[in-house]
């Protein structure tokens, strides 16, 4: 790619003593990764379960069979919205705790997602493919998948599944618990928002998401949620005028001018909010997926280590830089690759194009409708309140939809009478936190909340970083889990004696 502009010798001074700081963050041992897949293999799935529509597609699974001995359990991870080996890497205690159990674990790929396209990466999102991207869909894909795969491996009718996931997949994993108790004998759901949607009642708080963004930058110092707001005045204030804009590309180092009109500036924004959601959300004590030990403070010392008025722009351009730039090799950023301008606000993944972007895209135009805003008053980000109707005209205009927000709630209405066995967990420095079960609905319908915890931190693997309350929680959910298969064994045994 050439790029049509360069960063300026201040700005490029300022990526590189941040890369410098996120290098020194680096050195310590990276999260590990698990144990390659026993198993990588293709499910001809049925495209529509529910309907008339005879297509199929190839769903890919991964399975690690070393730690099973022919007894079980199951432990299942949902695919959530991306590749199936991002589940798979992060999915820690899964390992650990199936090591224990002699467990067989299955990781099976959301539909859409990663290489499971039915119709590939082009024709996946054409009018007359796209809308079997559903979640009863993708639920029903994981409830055959796991009657074949149990099986294929001979699996004990006693043997329980648990349900392990984090984030979407941690609400697919409840709701696999709710939908198919049959299927799934408990749940342990981390991180899983299943109350962040517009039109739930109670409502999630206004600015709730970036609220926690902005105090988890509190955290690493002060001065930087202030130094941000002042830094968003600047760039607003040059974004009014086409010199201004010139200047703007210039300082914070864009391959490509910022176009005329205010389009153009909410994108700049969306693309620096994205950064801050991202680095707030891997806020792991330990360096991985390329990021920094700690990336929120690593990118807090980049934007005030040394700053001042002057340089305010050029020093966010370095702090956002901790994500985009975490290699250290771009000489300059391009939004497009970087950010997907979508109906989540909170990023859709990858750039324009990118499939696991746009299938995110359409479901956040469909079922997962997230009332996601900022305010500049709770937070550090320019004001820019929740519109539906907004959202709506997008939906309409991209994917010729209309958001469904209550779908997910009703048709998973997750209470005491309708589900047991489901383990929620929050941390307290994720952002998705308030949109989660906070609290226990009844003797095994449990939620814990945990301190210094970032995005599903506890379903990772242990590490000698890990926060007293994360291993703590590990602690408890291990307890429950273990009592919960020996509850769901002897269960199983009644009914097949019954």
Not at 5 to 18: D, P, R, Y
Not at 50 to 76: E, H, M
Not at 104 to 133: D, K
Not at 180 to 189: E, F, G, Q, R
Request: aromatic content about 10%; proline content about 8%; glycine content about 6%.
């Amino acid at each position: 790619r050439t790029p049509s502009c360069t960063m300026s010798s201040s700005a490029l001074l300022l990526v590189v003593a941040a890369l410098a700081l996120v290098l020194c963050a680096c050195a310590a041992d990276p999260y590990p990764d698990p144990p390659a897949p026993t198993r990588t293999a293709w499910f001809t799935q049925h495209l529509d379960h529910f309907g008339q529509d005879q297509r199929t597609f190839q769903q890919r699974y991964l399975v690690y069979d070393k730690y099973y001995a022919g007894k079980g359990p199951v432990f299942f991870c949902p695919g959530g919205e991306s590749d199936v080996h991002a589940g798979y890497n992060h999915n820690g205690l899964m390992f650990e705790l199936g090591q224990r159990v002699g467990a067989l674990l299955i990781f099976p790929e959301h539909r859409y997602y990663g290489a499971s396209l039915p119709f590939g990466p082009v024709n996946s999102y054409l009018p007359g493919n796209i809308e079997p991207l559903m979640i009863p869909q993708a639920l029903e894909d994981y409830a055959v998948i796991i009657d074949y795969l149990r099986s294929n491996y001979s699996v004990p009718d006693d043997a329980p599944v648990i349900a392990f996931g984090g984030s979407y997949p941690g609400e697919l994993a409840a709701f696999m618990r709710l939908q198919y108790p049959h299927h799934v004998d408990a749940a342990l759901a981390a991180s899983a928002p299943v109350r962040y949607h517009q039109g739930i009642t109670p409502p999630v708080a206004a600015g709730a998401f970036f609220q926690v963004v902005t105090a988890v930058f509190a955290k690493a110092s002060p001065q930087c949620p202030a130094i941000m707001q002042e830094a968003f005045v600047q760039v607003l204030q040059l974004g009014q005028t086409t010199a201004g804009r010139a200047e703007l590309s210039r300082r914070l180092g864009l391959c490509t001018p910022l176009a005329d009109g205010d389009a153009a500036m909410r994108l700049l924004a969306l693309w620096i909010e994205n950064a801050f959601a991202t680095l707030a959300m891997a806020n792991y004590p330990y360096a991985t997926g390329g990021l920094p030990a700690n990336p929120m403070q690593v990118a807090c010392a980049a934007l005030h280590v040394n700053a001042t008025a002057d340089t305010y722009i050029e020093h966010l351009a370095a702090a956002t830089g901790v994500l985009y730039n975490a290699t250290g090799t771009l000489t300059c950023f391009n939004i497009s690759d970087e950010y997907y301008p979508c109906a989540d606000i909170t990023g859709c993944g990858g750039g324009i194009d990118d499939p696991d972007a746009l299938s995110w895209d359409y479901q956040s135009c469909t079922e997962i409708v997230s009332n996601v805003d900022t305010n500049n008053v709770t937070d550090m980000f320019p004001n820019a309140p929740y519109s539906f109707d907004a959202i709506v005209q997008y939906c309409k205009t991209r994917w010729n939809s209309v958001p469904q927000p209550l779908a997910i709630p009703r048709r998973y209405n997750i209470t005491a009478d309708t589900a047991s066995r489901i383990l929620f967990s929050n941390g307290l420095i994720d952002p998705w936190w308030p949109g989660g079960i906070l609290q226990n609905m009844s003797s095994s319908l449990l939620a814990i909340t945990i301190e210094d915890s970032a995005h599903h931190l506890d379903l990772r693997a242990t590490m000698p970083e890990d926060p007293p309350a994360v291993t703590a929680a590990r602690v408890f959910e291990i307890d429950i889990l273990m009592e919960w298969l020996a509850e769901a064994r002897a269960e199983r045994v009644a009914r097949r004696h019954a």
